[in-house]
C-alpha cells in the first residue's frame, strides 16, 4: 500500500513562500498568480496543478524552480532577521560603552550592512 503522509505537501509551503501572505481582498486565485510573476519559468496553470496535487512530482521542473525561489526568499528573510539583531546588539554596545566597544560595534554595523545589501538584491 502506498500512503501519503498527512499534512501540507512540501511544494504547497513552497508555494506559500513565493507568494507571500495573503491580503484581506486575495481570492486563492489571485494570490497563486503572484507565483508566476516572481518565477518566470513557470505559468499559472503549472502553480495550480502543484497546489493542487494534479502534480504530484517533487523533482518536476516547475517544482524545482518554485523549491529555488522559495529557498533564495527565505535566505534573503534571515539574512534581514540577522542585520536587524546585530543592529540592535550593536545599539545596546553603544548604549553601554561606546568608547569600549567601538571596533565591535563597527564589524556589527559593517556586518548588518552587508546582510542588508544581499537582502536588496
Not at 513552497?14 to 503572484?34: F, N, Q
Amino acid at each position: 500500500m502506498s500512503e501519503k503522509p498527512s499534512g501540507v505537501s512540501p511544494v504547497r509551503n513552497e508555494i506559500a513562500v513565493v507568494a507571500g501572505p495573503r491580503e484581506w481582498g486575495d481570492t486563492r486565485e489571485s494570490w497563486l498568480a503572484r507565483v508566476p510573476r516572481k518565477v518566470p519559468t513557470v505559468s499559472f496553470r503549472t502553480v495550480k496543478a502543484l497546489f493542487y496535487g494534479e502534480i504530484d512530482d517533487p523533482g518536476h521542473w516547475a517544482a524545482r524552480d518554485i523549491r529555488r525561489a522559495a529557498e533564495i526568499i527565505e535566505a534573503r528573510n534571515e539574512a534581514s532577521a540577522l542585520a536587524d539583531q546585530y543592529q540592535k546588539i550593536a545599539g545596546g554596545m553603544r548604549a553601554q560603552d561606546q568608547d569600549f566597544y567601538s571596533t565591535e560595534i563597527d564589524r556589527l554595523e559593517r556586518i548588518a550592512r552587508l546582510l542588508g545589501t544581499v537582502d536588496s538584491t
